[in-house]
């Protein structure tokens, strides 16, 4: 790694980090080095927030291009981020929009998440409350069908409690109520969950969770420095 005053393309406004080739068995830079691509993180601070826009190219190719905004208030403070990141071979494509914002006079978080992919899938999340009460909504939709899961969690000193209606193309088919460690699912309209259902329902909402938390992780990962107190 080196520091360059005058590298040529490399915004003004901001820093470009150079990216090469690696021996997987070293992690270190293969010799002759080889230029894959580079990030771009640029300093788009406005009046109303701190933004940071990071832009992913190897090669000639795009792959991410996004801006992470961070905006504080008296009580509260809002992190969001918005754009597009592509696969390496640039054939496919997932555009999103982040926002996430923590009120620190009433202890209440609100998230909203929305990313939706170039072959038609899209992953919805909304949660707001705070470690007493939580309302939720998580879709997962494909080819005009839909399963989502909307409802609302709460806990006291002794207990936890879930009530949850598990909508399909908006029609409730299921419920899911009480211990959140071993709730009872009741189907509706006298429809009995097979066990079949509950494993295929089980693996959409575990599937769509671990990649929607890795997802926005990385995304705001350059924010976890850039903005550093």
Known sequence: YTVSATVT???????????????????????PVLFLGYVDLTDEVT????????LLKLGTTTIADYSISLTRATSSFSLSADGFIRNADATGRVDFSLQNTINL??????????????DGTAIRVELSGNDVSATVLFR???GGNSIELNGTFSSTATSETV???????GTVVATITGDPDSPTITGANGHTVTAQELVALVTIFEKAGDFIGNFSEA?????DIVFRP
């Not at 393309?9 to 010799?31: D, F, H, K, Q, S």
């Not at 009046?47 to 990071?54: D, E, F, I, K």
């Not at 006079?105 to 170039?118: A, E, P």
């Not at 009530?163 to 193309?169: A, F």
């Open 219 to 223: 995304v705001f990962r350059p924010a």
């Open 105 to 118: 006079q009433t202890f209440t978080v609100s998230i909203v998440h929305n990313l939706t992919g170039s």
């Open 163 to 169: 009530d949850l209606d598990v909508k399909y193309n």
């Open 140 to 142: 997962v939709s494909h």
């Open 47 to 54: 009046a109303q927030a701190s933004t940071l826009g990071v």
């Open 9 to 31: 393309g490399a915004p003004a406004n901001g820093i470009r980090i150079r990216l090469y080739a690696i021996n997987p068995l070293t992690n270190m830079p293969v010799e």
